[in-house]
């Protein structure tokens, strides 16, 4: 079955451990947990997939706060960037390259998860996708042993997406990670104000509000899990929002990147 390799290495994300370390390190010092409960009870994390130094203190929040948990496996679902899919690809390679070392891939859990739904195809030049590779160095940092499934998907019905997300949220031993950037290449106050639909819409578990401007590139990942919420009675929790802007200082094409956590009502 081979491995999936790392296709984005050293732009996305730093090619060595070092430098990777070095990343989660000053992201961590950046921040204090006000709210960093053990009986956090998260479900599903929903985090940005740009290079570290735009969206990457966004998308570790997600993963600390949700590392209190311990689960057996991480599915991470991601639109393809790269190649245009009908349906979704799930990778079925036995392990997940990553600098910080190997993830092993839950095979059989993906071959079940492929025989059950007729939207899964195994497509190899869909695993080159930075949307969901970007989340394995966080995934190896923080669950070190745990074990991965990788789900690209292309033109598909959030409905039919969702049907899946059900049946994952139905096994406490799974954390989903959506991978989506909000609002692309807008002026500043342009992006913010479209982004803010997005947030609304995920707070609210509106599926009726995303369809009023809101630009997420992985939205249909997005609408699956809040239609799932719904039905799971779980809720959002906004940790962070910010934009290419924070960093770059140019107001006049911007992206969006946001972080949430769906947890357990306390």
Same mark, same amino acid.
């Given at each position: 079955?081979?491995?999936?390799?790392?296709?984005?290495?050293?732009?996305?994300?730093?090619?060595?451990?070092?430098?990777?370390?070095?990343?989660?390190?000053?992201?961590?010092?950046?921040?204090?947990?006000?709210?960093?409960?053990?009986?956090?009870?998260?479900?599903?994390?929903?985090?940005?997939?740009?290079?570290?130094?735009?969206?990457?203190?966004?998308?570790?929040?997600?993963?600390?706060?949700?590392?209190?948990?311990?689960?057996?496996?991480?599915?991470?679902?991601?639109?393809?960037?790269?190649?245009?899919?009908?349906?979704?690809?799930?990778?079925?390679?036995?392990?997940?390259?990553?600098?910080?070392?190997? $993830? #092993?891939? &839950? %095979? @059989?859990?993906?071959? /079940?998860?492929? +025989? *059950?739904?007729?939207?899964?195809?195994?497509?190899?030049?869909?695993?080159?996708?930075?949307?969901?590779?970007?989340?394995?160095?966080?995934?190896?940092?923080?669950?070190?042993?745990?074990?991965?499934?990788?789900?690209?998907?292309?033109?598909?019905?959030?409905?039919?997406?969702?049907?899946?997300?059900?049946?994952?949220?139905?096994?406490?031993?799974?954390?989903?990670?959506?991978?989506?950037?909000?609002?692309?290449?807008?002026?500043?106050?342009?992006?913010?104000?479209?982004?803010?639909?997005?947030?609304?819409?995920? $707070? #609210?578990? &509106? %599926? @009726?509000?995303?369809? /009023?401007?809101? +630009? *997420?590139?992985?939205?249909?990942?997005?609408?699956?899990?809040?239609?799932?919420?719904?039905?799971?009675?779980?809720?959002?929790?906004?940790?962070?929002?910010?934009?290419?802007?924070?960093?770059?200082?140019?107001?006049?094409?911007?992206?969006?990147?946001?972080?949430?956590?769906?947890?357990?009502?306390?």
């Amino acid at each position: 079955m081979g491995q999936r390799e790392m296709a984005v290495a050293g732009s996305f994300y730093p090619k060595s451990k070092e430098e990777i370390d070095k990343f989660i390190e000053y992201f961590n010092q950046s921040f204090s947990l006000k709210n960093a409960s053990d009986n956090l009870k998260v479900r599903a994390i929903i985090v940005p997939h740009a290079g570290y130094i735009y969206s990457g203190f966004t998308a570790n929040l997600a993963y600390n706060l949700s590392s209190k948990n311990r689960y057996k496996r991480v599915v991470v679902i991601g639109p393809s960037h790269k190649i245009y899919i009908e349906g979704a690809s799930i990778a079925l390679y036995e392990s997940f390259k990553t600098p910080l070392g190997d $993830l #092993k891939i &839950d %095979l @059989e859990y993906s071959l /079940k998860l492929k +025989e *059950a739904y007729s939207f899964l195809t195994f497509i190899p030049e869909a695993h080159k996708e930075h949307s969901t590779e970007t989340q394995a160095p966080f995934i190896k940092n923080y669950f070190e042993d745990i074990k991965i499934v990788e789900l690209v998907y292309g033109k598909l019905d959030f409905n039919e997406l969702s049907k899946l997300v059900d049946e994952l949220l139905e096994n406490k031993d799974n954390l989903i990670v959506i991978s989506t950037d909000l609002s692309h290449f807008y002026k500043l106050e342009e992006a913010k104000r479209l982004d803010n639909i997005c947030l609304n819409a995920i $707070l #609210k578990r &509106d %599926l @009726e509000l995303f369809d /009023k401007g809101c +630009e *997420a590139c992985g939205k249909v990942g997005v609408k699956a899990l809040v239609k799932s919420s719904i039905k799971k009675d779980l809720e959002f929790e906004l940790l962070h929002y910010c934009t290419s802007y924070d960093r770059t200082k140019d107001d006049t094409s911007v992206v969006g990147y946001s972080s949430f956590l769906l947890k357990e009502k306390v």
